[in-house]
C-alpha cells in the first residue's frame, strides 16, 4: 500500500509539494491503447489552483510529461512514467512555522513517524501529491471509456450548509459540473456556495464540504468478495484523499434507518438484462457491481490552512500562536472533483482487469 | 486483496455459509504470543447468532480449532490456521429460491461474476463470513493489547431513528456495551432500540443501524502516507463487512459543514507528549495516528432477508412474488459489534507491525 | 510472500510437522471447474513417504478434505480450503535433541529469528510443509490442463555421481517415471541410483541428487517482463522447495560456456506458428514464454538427518555428538518430483491468469 | 511482480531503451539516510558500457537525478523517484529488423504477449532496463551497510570455458574485482577471459560467462519460511536479469553428489555466536540467514546480438537470413556484477526490514 494503489493495473506515485518534481508510474496498462499527454493534462488542467476565487492562487502550469511506456502515441504494455515539475516553489514561506506543527496538518505525525521532515509545505502529505493520482487516473479513465464503455462523473454536492439538490445520475456531464467555478452542477446551490466561500475567504477561515460522483455504464460482475469488494476499494481509495474524512455508496448513512422492505431493490428486466427498479444499493451487491449506476459521497473537512491566528503549542508544548502565510484554498471540494474522479477510475480499472482473469475459455 | 488483508499481519479467510466449515489462516503473527482457543472463543461467542430477540435464532457453537502455529499455547510465528465446522446446516430452506434472485443480496451478482453459485444461502457473501474474521480479529487484539496497550470497543449508536447520545469515548467498556442486549450502552436509548426491532420483527421486515467504535492507547506513528493511510485502510476493512454502506472518522460528514477555525485541532502538552485539545482529526493527521483516540462509525443497511412478500423478478426477468424462508436478522448491528472491532484490530496490528520497519538502529 | 504465493492464482500453506494438521488455502481459482478429493489424492500420494525403500517408513495417508470453494464437485470461484490431518506423529522421538540443533537443519535459525521453536521435528522448516504445496498445485494443474492443455511432467535425473541420459522431453510420462521406484525414467540409471541410496542408507548416510522438470503446451507469451520473468518465478518457486540448493533453465549452467552462435535459437515455421529449430533458451524468452517446450532442473542437497553420529555443539556452543532417532529418508529426490511439478504448475497457472488480464476486448 | 519487486522496501522500475528516460522509484526507504546523488552514480558507472574491450561502445554518462524523497540530502521516508535520460538513442540502427525477431531476444514474444512492439532496440527487455536496479539497488547498499554492517561483492568466476580459482569470500573487495578489466580477482584467469573475449569479439560472436557474489555481515535471522525463503528470493532476482540462465547457492549443484555426512555443516562457537565450522549451506538454513557468508552463482547466457550472420525466420515464417548492426557486448559478465549486487541488495535490504516486523517489545 502506502504509494502503490492496485493489484493489476498499478500505480506508484511520489513526489513532496515543494520538491523537484511530482509524479506516478502505471504498472500494467494494456498495451495497444493510444496515449498523448493531452489525454492527461486536461484533468491535471481541472485539478490546478488558481482557476477560480474558491482555490489556491498558487500557480503551476503543471505540464505532464511521459517518459516510458509509450512509442509512437500507443501504449506498449509496459510502465508508464509521468513526470510533472514543480515549477512554483516558494520554501522560504514556510520558515517561520519550523518549530509549531500546524494544527490538523501532517507535519507532527510525520515527524514522528519518520524522525525528520520536509523542511517546507506538507511534503508528501501536501494536496499537491495528488498530480500524481489525477495523472494516472485519466489512463485509467481512458481504458474504461474505449474498452468498457464506463463513464465516472463528480461534483460539488454540499458547501458548508448549502446542499444542492440530488442531479439526474444518469445524465450529469463534465460540462454541466464545470458550468459554475464551485462545480456543482446546481446553478442556484452553486451561486450560494461561492458566496460562502468568498465570505469564509474574507475572514481568513476556510470551509467544507462534500463531493459527489457516479460511475456509469460498470457491467455486472466487477469487484471481488470478502476484503476487495468493489465499495470496500472505493472507500479506501476515497479516504486516501488529502482532507477526506468519510466515504458512504448508494443510499449510505441514510440505510441506518430505512427498513429492509423499503430499502431492498426489486429486480426487473431492462432490456436484454436483468436490473434493479430502485438503486439504494448503489449499484454494487455483496461487493459486485450489478449493472447499475454506481454512485458515492466523499465528506472533505475544511482546510486546515488558515490566514486567522490559531492558539496552539510548538513541537516543545509550549503554547505559542501561530500565523500561517502561503497560499490557501478556503474550500477544497472543487479542486476534489477531478481527484474523486481519478481515484474511482483507478479502482475500476483494476477492477475491470482482474475480472479478466475470471474469463472462461482458453488463453491467451 | 479478495480474502487476503494486511501487509504483514496477513488474513486468508475461507468458508461458505452452508459449506462443511469457515475458518481463517493468520500470517506474520508474531512469535511468542500466548494463545489458546479461549483467547478467540470470546469474540466468536459475541458474533454468534441466537443471543437476543434482534438476531437470528440459527444455532451453532462456533467452537474454534487451532490447527497450526501454536505449540504449548505459544504461537511459532507460523502461519495459525483456525477452523469452525458448520453445524446448523439447512440448504433445504433455500430450494424455492433457485430460479429467483433474492434482492439486495448477492445471487444476481456472483452468478454474472463466476457462472455458478452456491446452491444455498449466501456461500461466500453471507455474513457467517464473518467468523474467520472475527477469530482472527481476536488474535490481532490480544497483540495490539499485550504489546502496546491498544483497547478496541465498538457499540451500536444508532438503530433506525433511534440515535443514542454520544459515551465518554475515553471510558467505555466491552462490559458496559455489553450490558443490554442491543450492545448500546445507553439504557434509555438501548431499551427504545429493542423496541423497534421488536416491531419491525413482527411486521416481517428489517432495519439499519450505526455501530461506532474506538480505538484506545494508539501511539503516534502508525499509517502510511497516501494509499495506505490509516483512515484509508480502516474504510476498505469496514467497507468489507457484508451490509456496510458508509464510513466516517472524526468529524466525519459533520465537518463538510465546518470552518477550519473550529474544525482545527489545536496542539497542547499532555503529561510527557503533545496532544491535541480538540480532536475532530479522529486520531489521525495525513494518514497517521497522532496519539488520540481514534473513532470512526459504520452505517449498515437493513439486512435483505425479511419475512415479508417481495414483487421482485426471476432470472429470466419474469415478475415474480419471492417468499423467503429461513432464519434472519431482524437487525445486524447488534451482532456487527465484534466483527468491527475484529476488522479494526486487523488494520491496526498490521500497521503496528509495518511501523516497526520503520524503526531506526540495528536488527535483528 | 512467506507462506503467500501468487498473485491472481495465491495459496497459503499452513502446518507444522507434528502440529494437528497441514494444509492450503487456494484463493483466485476460476468457478467452474470440476474437483473432487481424488483429483487432489493422485499427486499427494505420490509425495507420501513409505513408498520405496528411498524414502522415511513414516505412514500416513495423507487424505486430503476440501472444506470450502467447492459445491457439488464443482468450483465456486471462492477460496478451496484443503486439509490434511497429521496421523503419525511421534514428537518424543525428538526430545533428546531440544538442546542441540541439528547441523544443517532450520533448529537453528528459527530459533533466533522468531524466539521460540517448535518442540519436535522440523516444524514448518520440515518436508511435510510440502503437503499444501502439492495439494494446492493439483488444483493448478487441472486447470492447466483442462483450459489450456499444459502438462507438467518431472523425475530424477541424477543421484549422487549416477546421471541419467537426457530423456526425450516431447514424450516423457508420468507412467515411464513412476516405472521405477526412483523415479528415473532410464531403467538402467534407476537400477544404479536405487543401488547407491540402498548402499547409502545401510552406511546411515544421505545422498543428493537432481530433479529434471518439462512443461509442455504453454502457450507463448506468458509471464511478465522485469521482475516477474517467468523464469524468476520459476527459480523462487523451486529454490523454496526444502533442500534445493540451485535450479537452471533451458542450457542454465552450460550456457556460460558457450558462444552466441551456438546458443541462440533461430526462428522456423512450426506448422500455423513460429518455433525455434533448438530450444536452449528453455522455452521462455525475454521472461515470456515462446510456445517451446520449457525445462529446468532443480538441485536438491542431502537430507541433513542422518543416523551417522555428527560432532557439533549445542545452543551454549559446548561440543557434542548427535545422534538422531527419528525416520528419515536417505534421498529425497524421488519424492520432490511430485512437489517440483506442483511449483511449476502454481506458477504457470497464475501467469496463465494474469495473461487473461493483457486480453484485448471488452468483459466480462 | 512484473516491475515492482519488494515487500517492505519496494521498488518500480521504468523505461525502455530508445525511449526518453529510465528510472527507478524506491518506496519504504527509512527515513534519515544520508543520500547524494554519487551514492548512487558509482555504481552506475560501474555498469555503464563503453569501458572495456568486453562492453558495448554505447556511451551514456547515465548521471542519475533524484526527483523526490530527499531533502537536504536526507531521506524522508517517502518515495525516491530516480530519473535517467537516455542521450545515444539511435532507432535507426533498429530499422532493418522490423519483420524478423532477433533469434534469442524478446522481440517475438513481446510482440505476441502485448500485440505491439517498441519500435527499436529490445525495449523493456533490454538490459538498459537494469539501469534502475541499479540506482535502487545503490540506496539498499547503503542501508545495508550504514545500519546492519552488510556487504555485497560480486565477480566473474568464469568466461566461457575460462573458470577462476575461488577466491577468499571472507576478503574479496570491488577494488580486487575491478583491478581487472573482466572483473575478475584472479588477474591469470583475467588475462585468459580477456583474451577469449578478443577472440570472440573479432569473430563478431558472443560469450557465457558466470558471476558469483558473496553477502558478509547478514546477522542470524533474515529471510522467511516457505516461499519467502532468502534463497528463493535471492534466486527470483537473480533470475529476472536479462541474459540470465541459472543460479545456485552454497554447495549448489555439486550438493547432488554429495553425502550428508560430508555436506552438513557442523555447529561451533565462533566468538559470542553460534557458527558452523564449514558453509555448504550458504550463509542459509530453512530460509533464513544463519549468520555465515551468504555465496551464490549466477550464470549468463552468451549475449543474443552478434555480428556474424544468422539463418531464421520473419514474423511470417519465411527463411530469412538476418545481420545485426548496432553496438553489442560480446560477453555480458563484467556489466553485470553491479546488478548481481544490486539485485543482492534489494532483497536483504527488505528482508531486514521484514525482519524489524518480528521483532519483540513495544513500539514505535
Known sequence: MSSILGRIFRVTTFGESHGRAVGAVVEGCPAGIHLVPADIQAQLDRRRPGQSE?????????????????????????????LVWNEDRRPSEYEGIRDIPRPSHA???YRVKYGVQARSGGGRASGRETVGRVAAGAIAEKILRERYGVEVVAWVSRVGSVTAPQPDRCRITREQVDATEIRCPDREAAAAMLELVREVKRAGDSIGGIVSCVCRGVPAGWGEPVFGKLEALLAQAMLSIPAARGFDIGSGFEAASMRGSEHNDPFVRKGERLGTATNFSGGIQGGISNGEEIYFRVAFKPPASISLPQKTADYEGRERELKLKGRHDPCIVPRAVPVVEAMAALVLADAAMLQETRRRGSAP
Not at 502550469?61 to 516510458?68: G, M, N, W
Request: proline share 6%; net charge negative; glycine share 10%.
Open 54 to 82: 474558491a482555490t489556491s492562487p498558487r500557480s503551476e502550469a503543471d505540464r505532464v510529461q511521459i517518459l516510458s511506456g509509450v512509442e509512437g502515441d500507443v501504449t506498449l504494455g509496459t510502465p508508464i512514467a509521468l
Open 107 to 109: 507535519d507532527y505525525t
